[in-house]
């Protein structure tokens, strides 16, 4: 009987660690650092996770002031943790993809995202997302 009580509660604990799991479904906010020290652009990640899967979209101010809008691709939570690829037009008509990873601590979204960049070399920044309250 003490074994079946233990390995019930074993089973309950493991179901409320995976429900606290946080959920990053919504939409959030960072900046991007602008061009050789340039203003910076405001991006939206608008999220919505189903178990594992992640999806939604990325939105940020174009060259021209209209916005640019891309699908995010091959997205997937992990606990606190995701992952998902985007890409957007380049200059010269060139598709750049970029990789974001991050990790969800309460209403930030720690980000790293990897681009290629102009020397060919993968450039790596850094940014915390915020979540939207409206």
Not at 57 to 86: W, Y
Request: aromatic residues 4%; positive net charge.
């Amino acid at each position: 009987m003490t074994k079946k009580l233990l390995f019930v509660t074993t089973i309950l604990l493991a179901l409320a660690f995976a429900a606290s799991a946080a959920d990053v479904t919504g939409k959030w906010i960072y900046e991007q650092a602008g061009r050789q020290g340039g203003n910076p652009t405001k991006v939206t990640l608008t999220l919505k996770a189903e178990g594992s899967k992640l999806s939604g979209t990325l939105s940020r101010p174009g060259r021209d002031g209209n916005a640019m809008e891309a699908q995010i691709a091959d997205g997937k939570v992990d606990g606190n943790n995701i992952s998902f690829k985007v890409s957007m037009q380049g200059g010269g008509g060139n598709q750049m993809t970029s990789e974001y990873v991050g990790t969800l601590a309460g209403d930030d979204l720690k980000l790293k995202i990897t681009r290629p960049g102009r020397d060919g070399n993968a450039q790596t920044t850094e940014v915390v997302a915020k979540k939207a309250t409206t």
